[in-house]
């Protein structure tokens, strides 16, 4: 009988643990990079970082929309439908791009620490590949929301993306 309680100890371990190992999560609260994320206005991103280095408007595809590049290595993007009317200083940031380790997130995760960090926060995402490139891509549920962490060949965060898709 005793067997059988150890058996069954270690079985339930190993489920729990293969459990834990394929989940993953990342709240709401956690996709803002440098204070910036989801439901903030450009008036909001203009508010901590100033006027952008550059802006780059687009209208195509069905929307239209402006980047604020603050440098090479961080910008905001927003965008709406492209008949809505509403005014740059209060359009919703959809994306958010940061490739260097002056900004973080809420709990402190940024480009150059290994993506073990994230895992052994939130597990490890869905992985994948985009033009050799590989990522771990992290959907908020029942949103079009995301977090995605780029990283080199040796696991190491290169780029950090919230995204809000169409």
């Known amino acids: ?81 492209a008949e809505d009317p509403t005014p740059e200083n209060d359009l919703k940031v959809t994306n958010v791009n940061l490739k260097d380790s002056n900004l973080s997130t809420p709990s402190g995760l940024t480009v150059g620490i290994p993506f073990q960090t994230v895992a052994g926060m939130f597990g490890f995402g869905e992985k994948k590949k985009y033009t050799d490139r590989e990522f771990y891509y992290y959907p908020l549920n029942g949103t079009n929301k995301s977090m995605t962490f780029y990283v080199n060949n040796v696991g190491v965060i290169t780029e950090i993306i919230y995204a809000e898709e169409w």
């Open 1 to 81: 009988m005793r067997a059988f309680k150890i058996f069954l100890t270690v079985c339930m371990l190993m489920m729990s643990s293969w459990a834990i190992s394929f989940a993953h999560w990342m709240p709401e609260s956690e996709m803002y990079i440098g204070g910036v994320g989801p439901d903030c206005t450009l008036a909001y991103v203009r508010s901590i970082f100033g006027d952008p280095q550059e802006k780059k408007w687009f209208n195509n595809e069905g929307f239209r929309g402006v980047r604020y590049i603050y440098s090479p290595a961080f910008s905001v993007t927003a965008r709406v439908g």
